[in-house]
């Protein structure tokens, strides 16, 4: 929605493998972000980045990397390291930092 | 880390009637946002709130900012069965322009018509 694509919509993934998860934005934004939704909780924060070739790491970070290498671009990969990775992934992006967040339609891994 | 508290987790309404969700913290925000998730889908940006004491209002929804920005409201007045979804507020503390938003739990709205 609103210009931001995640893919793929469901991904499985057996334990021990790296995974990353794709996020795209046409919006010409500079700021991007990656959350996690547990069920029934809010977002949190992994990683975010203000500008090309620049993230810093957010609430939980650990476990998780993320490149910054063209503006429309930020993907995120699980690691090994991340000890319960089963969970629902957004992406999103803002014009500038503080603006209001633009969403993608997610990423649900399943890890087993 | 610093968090932000919303109140209540859930709600259920019969169509027609009022809801509120709180969003409450211990220090000043620098401002606050309001989104909207349906289930299933993903959160939708509903509004910003800078000022202290700030009203503003989108149809049926009446949004608040505290005059000590510690505190933000969101009020729906005769609930419709497109209301359902889930309610989050996102802070930014200390001077703004951080790049960093802290969501709160959220407030799950079921509405039965």
């Known amino acids: 929605d609103g210009g931001i694509t995640q893919s793929p919509k469901y991904l499985f993934r057996k334990e021990g493998q790296n995974v990353t998860l794709s996020c795209e934005q046409n919006?010409?934004?500079?700021?991007m972000y990656w959350y996690r939704q547990d069920p029934g909780q809010g977002l949190r924060l992994i990683y975010y980045s203000q500008i090309v070739n620049d993230f810093q790491k957010g609430d939980i970070a650990e476990g998780y990397s993320v490149s910054r290498e063209k503006k429309e671009s930020f993907p995120l990969t699980v690691t090994s390291a991340q000890k319960n990775p089963t969970a629902f992934y957004l992406c999103?992006?803002?014009?500038?930092?503080?603006?209001?967040?633009?969403f993608g339609p997610g990423t649900r891994l399943t890890v087993t | 880390g610093q968090q932000v508290m919303q109140i209540p987790q859930y709600q259920h309404v019969q169509e027609g009637e009022d809801f509120t969700t709180y969003c409450n913290s211990s220090?000043?925000?620098?401002?606050i946002q309001w989104y909207k998730q349906r289930p299933g889908g993903h959160p939708v940006f509903l509004i910003q709130l800078v000022k202290s004491g700030e009203v503003k209002k989108q149809k049926r929804l009446t949004f608040q900012f505290g005059e000590a920005k510690k505190n933000s409201s969101l009020h729906i007045t005769a609930t419709q069965t497109t209301d359902v979804g889930t309610y989050f507020c996102a802070v930014e503390y200390g001077s703004g322009n951080t790049g960093k938003l802290i969501f709160g739990q959220g407030t799950t709205l079921q509405v039965k018509p």
């Open positions: 999103a992006s803002s014009r500038q930092q503080g603006d209001e967040q633009y």
């Open positions: 220090t000043t925000l620098s401002n």
């Open positions: 919006l010409n934004h500079d700021a």
